[in-house]
């Protein structure tokens, strides 16, 4: 796999699809790498060129010691879009990746032609709860997250119905850095994007799931409620809605993601 060298980061990143095709940028959630976004890979690389990278702290990046800040991981993306010189691409994240969205639309809106921000929120959590999870991770490693994630990540019957796809992500957080998973929930303890929303000048589509319990759709409707032109979508899925409900979520990328 390419590796982009910037400083003090290495990202790990893929591309499928052809290059002519309109850029589409796919960004991971906290926890995972860009394996995540495989059924959209499969469905999606003959619409456009699309590029997957593993946010810093995540899958075969690396993992710089900490904290990290949400500007560092927005920054992280104008560098990389930079290197592979693109100027302007469709952009899709989730939960983490979608508060990365929310800081490249305030900050970089000329870059990006529809931004697609699923499952997050403006602020998530709250500061103490993230400081604590750092914490504990830093402490006793990723295990005791990773025996909770499924509940968090999906809904009741997927995780019946689907258990190797759910042991799968499970594994892949245990194996994953302490340090950069620890230095971005310290990221996302103070990310708060609520009072820059209504700056934002770029068409966005926020993505909720309807049985999400980390960003619930009433996080959605708030992030549409302060950007000027933002439209709400939801999905019958719960927090990883890409990988519960791929068809519905792919349907929803060409829906809105159209060029």
């Not at 499928?16 to 850029?23: E, I, L, T, Y």
Request: glycine share 6%.
């Amino acid at each position: 796999m390419p590796i982009f060298n910037n400083q003090e980061i290495a990202l790990n990143y893929a591309t499928f699809g052809d290059k002519s095709n309109p850029a589409l940028l796919l960004s991971n959630s906290l926890g995972t790498s860009y394996h995540m976004w495989q059924p959209q890979i499969d469905a999606l690389q003959n619409d456009y060129f699309i590029i997957c990278y593993d946010t810093r702290g995540h899958g075969k990046s690396s993992a710089p010691k900490g904290p990290y800040s949400l500007e560092q991981l927005g920054q992280d993306v104008i560098d990389f879009l930079d290197h592979l010189n693109i100027d302007k691409a469709f952009f899709c994240g989730i939960s983490m990746g979608g508060m990365t969205g929310q800081w490249l639309a305030i900050n970089h809106p000329e870059r990006f032609h529809h931004l697609m921000l699923c499952n997050t929120a403006a602020k998530i959590g709250n500061e103490a709860a993230w400081v604590d999870r750092a914490q504990l991770v830093r402490e006793q490693g990723l295990k005791p997250i990773a025996a909770t994630a499924a509940s968090r990540w999906f809904t009741a019957g997927f995780i019946d119905n689907y258990p190797d796809v759910v042991k799968a992500l499970s594994d892949a957080l245990v194996a994953g850095s302490s340090e950069g998973y620890a230095s971005c929930c310290e990221a996302l303890s103070v990310a708060d994007t609520r009072e820059q929303l209504k700056n934002i000048r770029v068409p966005v589509t926020v993505l909720a799931g309807s049985e999400d319990p980390v960003t619930t759709v009433a996080d959605g409707q708030y992030m549409v409620d302060h950007i000027p032109n933002a439209t709400l979508a939801t999905i019958d899925a719960s927090h990883i809605s890409n990988i519960e409900q791929p068809e519905v979520f792919n349907q929803l990328v060409r829906q809105y993601l159209k060029h």
